[in-house]
Protein backbone atom coordinates (compact mmCIF):
# COMPACT_ATOMS: atom_id res chain seq x y z
CA UNK A 1 0.00 0.00 0.00
CA UNK A 2 1.48 3.43 -0.78
CA UNK A 3 0.62 5.42 2.17
CA UNK A 4 3.78 8.28 2.66
CA UNK A 5 7.49 8.83 1.76
CA UNK A 6 8.37 7.77 4.99
CA UNK A 7 5.56 6.03 6.80
CA UNK A 8 4.14 2.50 5.96
CA UNK A 9 0.35 1.68 7.21
CA UNK A 10 1.89 -1.31 8.69
CA UNK A 11 3.71 1.17 11.36
CA UNK A 12 1.14 3.72 11.52
CA UNK A 13 -1.63 0.68 12.81
CA UNK A 14 0.70 -1.27 15.04
CA UNK A 15 -0.77 -2.03 18.58
CA UNK A 16 0.99 -3.53 21.67
CA UNK A 17 -2.46 -5.06 21.75
CA UNK A 18 -2.01 -7.65 19.38
CA UNK A 19 -5.80 -9.24 19.73
CA UNK A 20 -6.89 -5.72 18.61
CA UNK A 21 -4.72 -5.23 15.37
CA UNK A 22 -7.01 -6.87 13.06
CA UNK A 23 -9.99 -4.12 14.34
CA UNK A 24 -7.16 -0.90 14.36
CA UNK A 25 -6.26 -1.84 10.95
CA UNK A 26 -9.84 -2.61 9.40
CA UNK A 27 -10.91 1.11 11.51
CA UNK A 28 -7.32 2.83 10.01
CA UNK A 29 -9.12 2.04 6.36
CA UNK A 30 -11.93 3.88 6.95
CA UNK A 31 -10.11 6.75 7.82
CA UNK A 32 -7.17 5.91 4.76
CA UNK A 33 -7.31 9.76 3.02
CA UNK A 34 -7.12 11.04 6.32
CA UNK A 35 -3.68 9.58 7.44
CA UNK A 36 -2.18 9.29 4.32
CA UNK A 37 -2.94 13.36 4.35
CA UNK A 38 -1.46 13.52 7.83
CA UNK A 39 1.47 11.86 6.89
CA UNK A 40 2.51 13.41 3.84
CA UNK A 41 1.78 16.71 4.84
CA UNK A 42 2.79 17.10 8.22
CA UNK A 43 5.30 14.08 9.24
CA UNK A 44 7.38 13.60 5.86
CA UNK A 45 8.13 17.12 6.01
CA UNK A 46 9.45 17.29 9.16
CA UNK A 47 11.52 13.91 8.61
CA UNK A 48 12.90 15.38 5.28
CA UNK A 49 13.87 18.52 7.17
CA UNK A 50 15.38 17.27 10.11
CA UNK A 51 16.80 14.11 8.64
CA UNK A 52 16.25 11.84 11.58
CA UNK A 53 14.54 8.61 11.47
CA UNK A 54 11.20 8.70 13.14
CA UNK A 55 10.43 5.81 15.72
CA UNK A 56 6.95 5.05 15.67
CA UNK A 57 5.44 4.58 18.36
CA UNK A 58 1.84 5.04 18.41
CA UNK A 59 -0.13 6.71 15.35
CA UNK A 60 -3.59 5.37 14.20
CA UNK A 61 -5.79 4.69 17.44
CA UNK A 62 -8.90 3.44 16.55
CA UNK A 63 -11.92 3.40 18.43
CA UNK A 64 -11.53 0.01 19.28
CA UNK A 65 -8.04 0.43 20.65
CA UNK A 66 -8.41 3.96 21.92
CA UNK A 67 -11.04 2.64 24.42
CA UNK A 68 -8.53 -0.31 25.35
CA UNK A 69 -6.27 2.32 26.62
CA UNK A 70 -8.16 4.63 27.94
CA UNK A 71 -7.70 7.95 24.90
CA UNK A 72 -9.61 10.40 25.26
CA UNK A 73 -12.97 10.32 22.54
CA UNK A 74 -11.90 13.57 20.44
CA UNK A 75 -7.99 12.23 20.33
CA UNK A 76 -6.63 12.94 16.52
CA UNK A 77 -5.10 9.70 16.97
CA UNK A 78 -8.37 8.51 16.20
CA UNK A 79 -9.13 10.81 13.46
CA UNK A 80 -5.49 9.16 11.87
CA UNK A 81 -3.82 12.87 12.79
CA UNK A 82 -1.73 12.06 15.32
CA UNK A 83 2.17 10.88 15.65
CA UNK A 84 3.84 9.92 19.11
CA UNK A 85 7.55 8.44 18.89
CA UNK A 86 10.94 10.01 19.36
CA UNK A 87 13.87 10.21 16.71
CA UNK A 88 16.66 8.05 16.38
CA UNK A 89 19.24 9.19 18.65
CA UNK A 90 17.46 12.05 20.12
CA UNK A 91 15.94 9.99 22.73
CA UNK A 92 17.37 11.82 26.34
CA UNK A 93 14.69 14.34 27.73
CA UNK A 94 17.13 17.53 26.42
CA UNK A 95 17.54 16.12 23.13
CA UNK A 96 13.49 15.81 23.16
CA UNK A 97 13.36 19.07 23.56
CA UNK A 98 16.09 19.87 21.11
CA UNK A 99 13.89 18.24 18.72
CA UNK A 100 10.56 20.22 19.25
CA UNK A 101 12.96 23.23 18.97
CA UNK A 102 13.55 22.21 15.32
CA UNK A 103 9.77 21.48 14.33
CA UNK A 104 8.79 24.77 15.99
CA UNK A 105 11.29 26.15 13.64
CA UNK A 106 10.07 24.44 10.67
CA UNK A 107 6.29 25.64 11.67
CA UNK A 108 7.57 29.43 11.78
CA UNK A 109 9.13 29.50 8.69
CA UNK A 110 6.17 27.76 7.08
CA UNK A 111 7.66 24.18 6.29
CA UNK A 112 5.08 22.66 7.88
CA UNK A 113 1.58 22.95 9.17
CA UNK A 114 1.36 21.77 13.07
CA UNK A 115 -1.99 21.29 15.39
CA UNK A 116 -0.41 20.32 18.62
CA UNK A 117 3.51 19.93 19.32
CA UNK A 118 3.95 18.32 22.92
CA UNK A 119 5.71 15.73 24.78
CA UNK A 120 3.38 13.70 26.49
CA UNK A 121 4.30 10.24 28.29
CA UNK A 122 7.68 10.05 27.00
CA UNK A 123 7.21 10.65 23.01
CA UNK A 124 7.17 13.34 20.94
CA UNK A 125 3.32 14.37 19.89
CA UNK A 126 2.10 15.84 16.57
CA UNK A 127 -0.63 16.71 15.40
CA UNK A 128 -2.32 17.96 12.01
CA UNK A 129 -3.76 21.37 12.17
CA UNK A 130 -7.81 20.36 12.63
CA UNK A 131 -11.09 21.94 13.05
CA UNK A 132 -14.19 19.71 14.47
CA UNK A 133 -17.22 19.70 11.67
CA UNK A 134 -20.26 19.20 12.70
CA UNK A 135 -20.17 15.71 13.04
CA UNK A 136 -17.86 16.19 15.95
CA UNK A 137 -15.06 14.60 13.77
CA UNK A 138 -11.18 16.08 13.43
CA UNK A 139 -11.10 17.60 9.97
CA UNK A 140 -8.20 18.42 8.43
CA UNK A 141 -7.38 22.35 8.29
CA UNK A 142 -6.69 24.42 5.03
CA UNK A 143 -2.95 25.82 5.13
CA UNK A 144 -5.01 29.50 4.79
CA UNK A 145 -6.76 28.81 8.15
CA UNK A 146 -6.58 31.94 11.02
CA UNK A 147 -6.10 29.11 13.71
CA UNK A 148 -4.06 28.84 15.93
CA UNK A 149 -1.02 26.91 13.82
CA UNK A 150 1.11 25.38 16.79
CA UNK A 151 1.73 24.95 20.66
CA UNK A 152 4.59 24.10 22.70
CA UNK A 153 2.73 22.82 26.26
CA UNK A 154 3.92 21.58 29.24
CA UNK A 155 7.20 20.32 30.58
CA UNK A 156 8.74 16.68 30.16
CA UNK A 157 6.54 14.18 31.49
ZN1 LIG B 1 -0.40 11.48 20.99
Request: charged fraction near 30%; aromatic fraction near 8%; proline fraction near 3%.
Given at each position: ?53 MMTNSF ?18 MAFQAW ?74
Open positions: MEFSKYFTFEEATRTNHTDLLKANQDEAKTKLDAGIKFAREVLDPIRENLGYPYRGPTLNAKVGGSTRSQHDGNFKGFESDDMKMFILGAIWSLIKTGKVKVGQLLIERGCIHISGPRDLNRDGEVAYYNVATKRKEGIISGGLK
